[in-house]
């Protein structure tokens, strides 16, 4: 087996893990639901910000 890195977290709050999926599908934990109000079928965003992946509620304003 090979070792994982280290890998430093910021500080704040864990609101859950999730494993990818053979289909590539990843399920949001209830906690992250809850905090940011998620109901089925909300649109989700992902931002790459300082090398790290952000989770938003969508839809978001894209300004170039």
Known sequence: KIAQPTIYMPPGRLLG???LAKNNIALIPKAVRDFL?????D??????EGG???L???PV???V
């Open 43 to 48: 649109e989700v965003v992902f931002v790459e």
């Open 56 to 58: 938003v509620k969508g």
């Open 37 to 41: 109000d998620l109901k089925p079928g």
């Open 52 to 54: 790290k992946v952000i």
């Open 17 to 19: 893990t999730s494993k």
């Open 61 to 63: 304003e894209v300004k």
